[in-house]
């Protein structure tokens, strides 16, 4: 996987392991739903955002990239991360102006002045962001939402809860 060499220490990403993975030393948050059981004892995985800590020998935290997944760029996303939106696609904060292009439907560019730079992750953003400010991007990781849950899966846990 070639987006291994785009991941710094503090991206987000997605964690498709389960919790128990014997390397998981990181905290993780569940940020459809919050569950009241493990979902696991069910053998059901459901993705997490997470914090990359360290990365060496193409390992996130000392796990195999096939344990993770990049977050697509969404307005809400843009939102999280505090840009506001003056006009339809278009997103602003610090100087920094972000346009979806209209060819492809979930990448943005950013304009420097001589190049168009092209990002359709959040750990790109968040790595553009710190090259052209110095600063790290303000994510609230806890406001992402992922996938929603399986109807089979959501019915399993209305069923625990009553």
């Not at 195999?64 to 840009?83: H, M, Q, S, Y």
């Amino acid at each position: 996987m070639n987006w291994i060499n785009e991941i710094k220490e503090g991206n987000i990403l997605i964690y498709l392991g389960s919790g128990k993975d014997a390397n998981f030393k990181h905290k993780t948050t569940q940020s459809t739903t919050t569950l009241k059981f493990d979902l696991g004892v069910l053998g059901i995985s459901l993705p997490r955002t997470c914090v990359v800590n360290h990365i060496q020998n193409n390992l996130i935290d000392g796990m195999g990239v096939e344990k993770f997944d990049r977050i697509p760029l969404t307005p809400a996303i843009f939102k999280n991360c505090g840009f506001v939106s003056p006009c339809r696609d278009t997103y602003e904060l610090s100087s920094i102006t972000f346009k979806e292009d209209v060819k492809y439907r979930g990448v943005y560019f950013y304009y420097d002045g001589s190049n168009v730079i092209h990002v359709q992750y959040l750990h790109q953003l968040q790595n553009l962001y710190k090259d052209v400010t110095g600063k790290d991007l303000n994510v609230d990781i806890r406001a992402i939402t992922l996938n929603p849950i399986p109807p089979d899966v959501q019915e399993c846990i209305e069923c625990t809860q009553e």
